[in-house]
């Protein structure tokens, strides 16, 4: 059963620490999502990816977040210094598009549950 | 700038019943919509899509209506179970996001209770 996998599930932090969050999306997959979810603002896409390459990361408050993939199998979201609005659950979701259709199906992960005080 | 926004909050449904979720989309260029069910602790899973090119779309007790001219797009739920609690999103297609995987804009989410 081929999953997207996160780690860590959670995270509680001090403001001011670096966070760093991991993700494996499913094997095969070319498009990975990094979305931010809260009370407030709902789920909103901080950056995503095709073929390793960032496409979009508008979303992403550019001086303290990064986001990259490594490698196909690992994305990353990093916060430096992480402050207490960070506070949230991070998902990552993977995609594919073998057949190059406008079948839009995103996989979420389980998402990380961040903390800053 | 405009969003994909959802009518009510919370809707409460017994046991059996149908259920029917709502949402405005304020954007008419959109394409393509999603509905997706996050259930507590959980990550979103999708539950079913629809082309604009389509006003209606079925899956397993699950129907997904589109109506254009007033740009509204709705969920139901046949015979709705208590497995069915969760949080349900609508999603867009921004213009000019057309394509597979391309970036999706969500909707703040309505809550689903069961009663039993």
């Known amino acids: 059963d081929a999953r997207v996998t996160q780690t860590p599930r959670h995270k509680v932090t001090e403001m001011g620490q670096e966070v760093t969050m991991r993700c494996q999306p499913i094997?095969?997959?070319?498009?990975v999502f990094w979305y931010r979810q809260t009370m407030m603002q709902g789920l909103e896409l901080l950056a995503y990816?095709?073929?390793?390459?960032?496409?979009?990361d508008s979303g992403m408050p550019k001086d303290r977040f990064s986001a990259e993939m490594p490698d196909a199998t690992l994305a990353t979201l990093k916060i430096q210094p992480s402050e207490p609005r960070d506070s949230a659950v991070y998902f990552c979701a993977s995609g594919s598009d073998p057949t190059g259709t406008l079948f839009n199906e995103q996989f979420f992960g389980p998402g990380t549950r961040l903390t800053v005080l | 700038g405009e969003s994909v926004g959802l009518h009510l909050p919370t809707l409460s449904v017994q046991e059996g019943d149908n259920s029917i979720i709502n949402c405005a989309y304020s954007n008419s260029a959109s394409d393509y919509f999603i509905w997706y069910k996050q259930e507590s602790g959980k990550g979103p899973q999708f539950i079913i899509d629809?082309?604009?090119?389509?006003d209606k779309r079925q899956g397993q007790r699950v129907t997904v209506l589109l109506n254009k001219t007033v740009k509204h797009l709705s969920l139901q739920i046949a015979a709705t179970q208590p497995g069915d609690s969760a949080v349900y999103f609508c999603a867009e297609n921004p213009p000019g996001e057309t394509g597979a995987n391309s970036k999706l804009t969500f909707g703040k989410g309505i809550t689903l209770s069961v009663r039993p």
């Open positions: 094997l095969g997959h070319n498009t």
């Open positions: 629809i082309r604009s090119n389509m």
């Open positions: 990816f095709r073929n390793r390459a960032p496409l979009d």
